[in-house]
């Protein structure tokens, strides 16, 4: 199936740098999304955008929805071990009713706290 | 409880046999998502549901696979024969489904298929 180009996929963090991940696509989305999974748990929503040029911040996060509707970046600065897991990007066509739906992920960012 | 429930959560199965898996979501959510997750992968949409009603099946890899939601409360994905590239974490998520409403997913069912 169609799966978003997510980089980089693997990085690693020491505690306190700020980190950056960003998300394209070929096709144009009307809603992107960025989740959090740890191992052995579902994803986890950190940050919703839903309109082109959007910026949007929740806690040491911050996630913006490209201009062109085709990427999104995620910024997560001041990292602390928490931090630690693997970031999905996922984008939307179409809305279920209003609900997000039909998501389509990227492969995943997995950040490690250096040795 | 408190968010999805999925059991089991781990299955193993012998190439060939069928298997069912479970979703209970969180109470009052009308929408119901099914995605496939294989390893290193991001999750892929297999199908959804809106109360009873199963509005997209178009992520469903085979006619092996079928999705049921009779009440519009819990819901069964059965894989039939399974085969090795079966192998993969099945998540189930549910929202409100109201505008805007955020997808939670469960913890996941992982199956493997030897």
């Known amino acids: 199936g169609q799966q978003l180009n997510q980089s980089p996929q693997s990085m690693f963090i020491q505690e306190g740098e700020d980190v950056s991940m960003n998300c394209t696509s070929s096709?144009?989305?009307?809603?992107w999304l960025w989740y959090k999974q740890d191992p052995g748990e579902g994803p986890v929503l950190l940050i919703a955008?839903?309109?082109?040029?959007e910026l949007t911040s929740n806690g040491r996060l911050t996630a913006q929805f490209g201009i062109t509707r085709k990427d999104s970046f995620l910024n997560i600065s001041a990292s602390i071990p928490s931090d630690v897991g693997i970031y999905f990007c996922a984008g939307q066509h179409s809305n279920y009713g209003g609900s997000q739906g039909n998501l389509i992920f990227g492969k995943g960012t997995k950040l490690s706290v250096k040795p | 409880g408190a968010g999805v429930s999925q059991s089991p959560r781990y299955k193993v199965a012998k190439r060939g046999q069928d298997v069912a898996l479970r979703c209970d979501p969180i109470s009052g959510h009308v929408s119901l998502f099914w995605y496939q997750q294989a390893l290193g992968q991001g999750p892929e949409f297999l199908t959804y549901?809106?109360?009873?009603?199963?509005?997209?099946k178009s992520g469903l890899p085979s006619d092996r696979f079928f999705a049921e939601r009779p009440e519009g409360s819990v819901s069964t994905l059965k894989i039939q024969r399974t085969q090795q590239e079966d192998s993969a974490v099945y998540l189930c998520?549910?929202?409100?489904?109201?505008?805007?409403?955020?997808?939670?997913f469960g913890n996941g069912t992982r199956l493997t298929v030897t």
């Open positions: 998520a549910s929202s409100l489904g109201q505008t805007n409403s955020p997808l939670h």
């Open positions: 955008l839903y309109k082109a040029g």
């Open positions: 096709s144009i989305f009307n809603t």
């Open positions: 549901f809106q109360n009873e009603a199963q509005l997209d």
